[in-house]
């Protein structure tokens, strides 16, 4: 019996110094983490909602509204759903396979998709779906995640990680845990023209996720997922090339970046800082253990909603929170003149909030 104790011991010990992952962790150095204070104090103002059914489905990743008011959804699925303005109920519209994620509309109505598992797709007014960009350079886009589109068409898309792809990895969520244990720095902004081609703009991001315009095209906001931070890079004007941080030291993984009303830039984060992750930042072997673990043992997507709205140099504007998970794994919000809809890596409904009622002008 203790023979047979100790060689299990052994085989154990083995196997979590020894068995082969797929990650080679890196060191770095977490940013502090003040947690949920000042401007971003804890409430409950995301608890009372509106719930739109999905026809089925569920992870309402990204939500974009049309001039006309149609609200057009990304699912887990695969199916891009759609409904009017005043339904409460939105239907299948188009599978653009894979897994949609962040979605844009062009000035002729076209509706762009960031597809995790394809690239950068086009589905027409009348729901043709074309798959327009999947290399760049000559490399493969791996992780394609968030977009946002000029009024010359221009389509600035991230690459959230060419270490990682979301389709090889058992999705988005495994693939992207896999890259913020990693943390190799592998995400990229893309630009693309249907007629200019495409070229890589930046390299260097820990999960690129979000990305939002300003009306003017200025300048492109970047959410850095694992780094807790949005970047702010200059498209034109004197600043042009230059980058800067514009909040950090978030107090959850951010998302998607969408552009709202009156100067309101709105940040999902998906989660809460995870104390494992950032304390063992400086340990890259004891990570590759960790890998080792069983997923229930390994960090996870905790159930806290909190979306933020910030100004274009970071002030946060509205704090908007769901500490107790009545929603959770909040991805974003897509603003209209009386609503909000709140987005969700997994959530089975979508979110929708009168703006009046949480007092949003």
């Not at 058992?170 to 893309?190: P, V, W, Y």
């Not at 909040?247 to 009303?261: A, C, E, S, T």
């Not at 929603?327 to 603003?335: L, N, S």
């Amino acid at each position: 019996m203790r023979f047979a104790a100790w060689a299990a011991l052994i085989a154990l010990v083995a196997y979590l110094l020894l068995w082969p992952v797929p990650v080679e962790p890196v060191a770095w150095k977490a940013p502090a983490a003040p947690g949920y204070v000042g401007p971003l104090a804890p409430n409950t103002r995301l608890a009372q909602f509106e719930a739109l059914t999905l026809d089925g489905l569920h992870g309402p990743e990204a939500v974009v509204v049309g001039v006309d008011g149609t609200l057009y959804a990304s699912t887990h699925e695969g199916w891009i759903l759609r409904a009017g303005v005043n339904d409460t109920a939105l239907q299948r519209w188009v599978n653009a396979g894979g897994r949609p994620l962040g979605l844009a509309l062009d000035a002729e109505g076209n509706l762009w998709v960031a597809n995790a598992y394809i690239g950068l797709q086009k589905i027409t007014p009348q729901g043709t779906v074309s798959t327009e960009l999947s290399h760049v350079e000559g490399s493969a886009i791996r992780y394609a995640d968030d977009l946002d589109i000029t009024t010359d068409g221009t389509i600035y898309l991230s690459d959230a990680s060419t270490r990682f792809a979301a389709q090889d990895w058992a999705g988005t969520l495994s693939a992207s845990l896999l890259d913020l244990n990693e943390h190799s720095r592998s995400g990229r902004i893309i630009e693309y023209h249907p007629k200019r081609g495409a070229r890589i703009l930046l390299e260097g991001f820990s999960f690129a996720n979000g990305v939002a315009l300003d009306p003017q095209g200025r300048y492109l906001l970047i959410a850095e997922t694992g780094e807790y931070r949005v970047w702010k890079h200059w498209l034109r004007g004197p600043a042009t090339g230059k980058s800067e941080v514009i909040i950090d030291q978030l107090p959850g993984f951010p998302d998607n970046v969408h552009l709202g009303q009156n100067g309101r830039y709105w940040v999902g984060l998906t989660s809460p800082r995870s104390p494992i992750i950032d304390g063992l930042a400086e340990w890259p072997f004891v990570r590759k253990i960790i890998q080792r673990l069983p997923d229930f043992l390994r960090p996870n997507v905790v159930h806290y909603g909190m979306v933020l709205a910030v100004d274009e140099n970071g002030s946060v504007l509205e704090n908007l929170q769901a500490p107790a998970g009545e929603v959770y794994a909040t991805t974003g919000v897509a603003e209209t003149d009386d609503y909000l809809y709140v987005t969700s890596l997994t959530m089975p409904v979508l979110a929708r909030y009168q703006k009046a009622a949480l007092a949003i002008d």
